[in-house]
């Protein structure tokens, strides 16, 4: 029968695995340590980026809510005013009035545009073709810097004299 002994390991070679070993340790504890900022961070940027996509929709939303409420006034409201000119809605004491120029919400600057609305042969609504007097295309956009390069958002509607 034979008997291995355990070979003798010296005290400077433990102390130098014990070294290793500290030091593996330290490289998984800061790489685990930089992936959760890393997540941490993207999450919060990520977050951000939802906030602000739900502000512009909520402001797109409105001014389209703004000119129907201007519409259901008084159709001259929206026949009265200037093709192509940028307009924004403002709330006033009798609610939503269209005025000139872009308006700014904080950080967003939102603007409407009214154009012509044409009809073609059958009646229907076409890119070109005869103008019809009663009906418009509005184009709500809201735009902001996202901390890289200037957003637009735009949402496009028809709206109609039906009163």
């Not at 201007?70 to 409201?77: H, K, Q």
């Not at 005013?81 to 809605?89: E, G, I, N, Q």
Request: charged residues 20%.
């Amino acid at each position: 029968m034979f008997l291995y002994s355990k070979p003798h390991i010296s005290g400077s070679l433990r102390r130098g695995f014990s070294l290793v070993e500290v030091l593996v340790a330290v490289t998984i504890i800061t790489i685990a340590f930089i992936a959760v900022l890393s997540a941490s961070t993207r999450g919060v940027v990520l977050a951000r980026l939802a906030l602000e996509e739900t502000q512009v929709s909520f402001l797109l939303e409105e001014g389209a809510e703004a000119v129907k409420f201007a519409r259901d006034l008084n159709w001259s409201n929206i026949s009265a005013l200037t093709l192509s000119a940028d307009y924004h809605p403002e709330w006033g004491a009798n609610g939503w009035t269209i005025v000139s120029g872009s308006g700014v919400s904080g950080e967003f600057t939102r603007k409407i545009q009214f154009t012509s609305a044409y009809r073609d042969s059958y009646d229907d609504l076409a890119s070109s073709g005869t103008v019809d007097s009663g009906t418009r295309k509005v184009t709500v956009s809201v735009a902001w810097f996202n901390g890289v390069a200037t957003v637009t958002k735009n949402l496009e509607f028809y709206i109609t004299d039906i009163f």
